[in-house]
């Protein structure tokens, strides 16, 4: 289970660099006047942009959802280990974020935006300078913390209830990247046809965050980077340890991936075996649901209960249950055969 994995991030080299294709951008988003309600969802559709933080979730519906929210909230808090792009991304790429960021709180009508990041001295102050206007919240780096449902926890002092989205509390939430790509199509008139991402193969020491077109094959990535890639040895993840799956050379690079890590299989897999009654998962889950009963009912096909449904709603899939069975259980890759059922 990737999951599982123990990496020593702390030796790599400073994952802040971002390197980019051409040159940062001159321009400031010409179209911004021109930004409406009506417009707005449209104009997404039309550069193709769905939640670059991982959901793929088509934005011009959550913004239409999201109409009449009285706060914008920039999703910057990554917490996948190992994974710096958004940080890199609004180091670097100020001017694009900041005008996707304007052009979204103008469309669904927010007068308040905050920049939501992980609690490093070092960097908010970075972050002050390059984003004036926007309030700063710092939340914990700890994996799940950059959950929608546990920003919306923090800012708004209350658990959600089960099932409810943050344009319920005047929300509207939207990843670091993809108001970048709503920037970049602004500005320059560039659709969501690149992707920024990690790629780090740690056993060698090499990290980088870069931009590479969508649709790239992770294979030439692997070439171009020199990376000594041996699928006996070896095993790719996509989009990260907690949330990201196991990828072949040939899969594409998409709009949704986080990073590209290249792993050793001997610290990547381990046997399942017996659960042990240690109530770990239930301790470590964020929204306090029962990860092995839940588990326990997939595999035994009772899902039909409303219990079942209501906790199965909830659970984000963020991994957390599995990452701490010491039986190393695959729990949350049976919760996502859960979710098939409702
Ligand atoms: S994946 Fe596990 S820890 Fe995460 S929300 Fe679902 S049940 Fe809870
Ligand atoms: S953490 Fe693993 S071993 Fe412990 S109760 Fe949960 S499933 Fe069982």
């Known amino acids: 289970m990737l999951r599982r994995v123990k990496i020593d991030w702390a030796d790599l080299p400073d994952p802040r660099n971002l390197e980019a294709p051409y040159p940062p951008p001159e321009r400031l988003h010409p179209g911004l006047n021109e930004i409406n309600a009506e417009t707005f969802p449209a104009f997404l559709d039309e550069i193709g942009l769905v939640g670059m933080g991982g959901s793929g979730f088509p934005t011009a519906a959550k913004i239409s959802a999201a109409l009449g929210a009285h706060t914008l909230v920039v999703n ?6 190992g994974v710096t792009i958004d940080q890199a991304v609004l180091l670097n790429q100020a001017l694009w974020v900041a005008a996707g960021a304007h052009a979204s709180a103008k469309a669904v009508g927010a ?20 984003y004036p206007d926007f309030e700063i919240a710092t939340f914990s780096e700890k994996y799940p913390a950059g959950a929608e449902k546990l920003i919306l926890k923090k800012l708004t002092g209350k658990t959600p209830p089960p099932g409810a989205r943050p344009h319920q509390f005047g929300y509207l939430v939207q990843n670091v990247v993809s108001l970048r790509a709503i920037g970049r199509a602004l500005v320059d008139g560039v659709p969501v046809i690149e992707r920024p991402l990690t790629l780090a193969m740690p056993s060698t020491g090499f990290y980088k ?6 649709g790239v094959p992770i294979r030439e990535l692997v070439e171009r980077h020199e990376l000594p890639y041996d699928p006996a040895v070896h095993i790719l993840s996509n989009s990260g340890l907690m949330m990201g799956r196991e990828a072949a050379l040939d899969d594409p690079v998409e709009k949704t991936t986080l990073s590209i890590l290249v792993l050793r299989r001997d610290t990547a897999w381990r ?15 964020p929204l306090g649901l029962n990860p092995f009963t839940l588990a326990e009912r997939v595999r ?17 899939l963020c991994g957390v249950c599995s990452a701490v069975c010491p039986s190393d259980i695959p729990l949350v890759q049976t919760l996502e055969k859960g979710k098939q059922c409702l």
């Open 300 to 316: 035994k096909g009772k899902t039909n209960s409303a219990a079942f449904k209501g906790q199965m709603t909830e659970c984000f």
């Open 76 to 81: 910057g808090v990554e917490c996948e280990p």
């Open 209 to 214: 965050n870069i931009i590479v077109p969508v």
């Open 271 to 285: 046997d399942e075996r017996p659960c042990v009654r240690c109530g770990a998962c239930d301790a470590a889950c």
């Open 111 to 130: 007068t308040h935006i905050i920049l939501a990041v992980k609690n490093d001295p070092d960097l908010v102050s970075e972050l002050r300078g390059l």
